[in-house]
């Protein structure tokens, strides 16, 4: 009997000798993937990073090549895994020896007939997450999600936190709605026994993106020239301020809470002006009423039936570009006593990398 527990123990040593703690990144190649894992490589613990196309990759050097001359070396010490957050073969291979998930992957679009694609891969997706994590005893999870998942309320003046109700009676755009139902995946995670933080982020500003469509185009558009503006007020928080808070979370006690991440409120029109005299550029002088606004999102339906057209103004983005939302970002400030960086100086930083990619 003792030559058999002997035996036992020995192989459960030889088993935890060869087991190497790893994070893994699921959207690596992403705004907030890509410079999650520029700040994790500071750390000791090996990296696994999931993408999904290999053109993709070569943006995560990019971003690198902005913060460091060692792009290349920095790149070949994580570990790139090809899958899809919708391929379970091959992220069972991925989550081995997996300890902590920080999961960025996100598919993101305003246009209507995307809807079951943004459903596949953010809610199914992130359910895909959840249940690998549960299954591989994953320690903690951070999910990154967005402000448009938080609740609203008509009155303008009252700051939206984490306790304003989420309403599916609200005209939600389908990139909201299908991030509340991966919040909802998570929060079910926790329920069977996972650790797990979300993380709200208001318009994200960081550099290596500028024309994929995301916070890193309006750049591109301002430099291009942008002749209107919008009389609409969002949040707005700088990319290595969402990085931050995520280890930082993923250090802590803090479990199965959820956090907006706004540095500030800034109109649509002071962060144009903002950023076009940061770019050397005319800031927007003519402003875009709600009202052309709704015959700008009508006629682009109307092309869209007509021609088969892809959708670049819907209802929701139109009524989002009027509509007067500020957060409240406290509880995070509290929480882990964060400050968030002046989103002038992150105006600033981003327009001199951009102005440098040129």
């Known amino acids: 009997m003792k030559l058999i527990l002997s035996d036992f ?3 459960l040593r030889l088993k935890k000798l060869n087991f190497t703690p790893m994070i893994l990144v699921t959207g690596g190649t992403g705004l907030v993937g890509s410079h999650l894992l520029l700040q994790l490589l500071k750390g000791d613990e090996p990296i696994r990073a999931i993408y999904r196309r290999d053109k993709t990759l070569s943006r995560v050097k990019n ?22 957050v919708n391929d379970i073969p091959k992220l069972q291979d991925a989550f081995k020896n997996i300890t902590h998930v920080y999961h960025c992957a996100a598919f993101i679009s305003f246009e209507p ?4 694609a943004l459903r596949r891969v953010n809610i199914e997706g992130t359910a895909n997450i959840v ?13 990154v999600s967005t402000i448009a998942a938080i609740g609203h309320h008509s009155n303008p003046k009252k700051l939206i936190d984490e306790q304003t109700e989420w309403s599916p009676e609200n005209d939600n755009s389908i990139y909201a709605i299908t991030k509340y139902g991966a919040e909802l995946e998570v929060w079910r995670g926790t329920q069977e026994g996972l650790d ?12 290596g993106y500028w024309n994929d ?31 931050n808070v995520m280890e930082e979370l993923m250090k ?36 875009a009423s709600s009202w052309l606004l709704g015959i700008g999102w009508r006629l682009d339906w109307l092309n869209h039936k007509l021609f088969g057209s892809r959708r670049r103004l819907s209802k929701q983005t139109a009524k989002s570009a009027v509509s007067n939302t500020k957060y409240d970002a406290s509880k995070i400030k509290n929480s882990i006593n ?3 960086k002046p989103i002038d100086t992150s105006i600033k930083e981003v327009s001199t990398l951009f102005l440098k990619n040129l």
Do not use: M
């Open 213 to 243: 469509g995301g916070s890193g185009s309006f750049f591109q558009r301002i430099y291009n020239g942008v002749p209107y503006y919008t009389s609409g007020v969002t949040g707005y928080v700088d990319v290595w301020d969402v990085i």
């Open 252 to 287: 802590s006690s803090v479990k199965n809470e959820g956090f907006i991440l706004v540095s500030e409120n800034l109109s649509f029109k002071s962060f144009f002006t903002k950023t076009a005299l940061n770019l050397g550029v005319k800031p927007p002088k003519k402003e």
């Open 131 to 143: 249940n690998l994590s549960i299954s591989h005893q994953v320690k903690k999870l951070c999910y």
């Open 63 to 84: 971003v690198f090549s902005y913060f460091s001359d060692d792009a290349d070396i920095l790149f070949n010490k994580i570990e790139w895994v090809e899958a899809d």
């Open 338 to 340: 964060f400050e968030f």
């Open 196 to 207: 797990a933080v979300i993380v709200n982020p208001g318009i994200i500003l960081g550099a």
């Open 113 to 116: 007939d995307k809807y079951r």
């Open 9 to 11: 123990s020995c192989k």
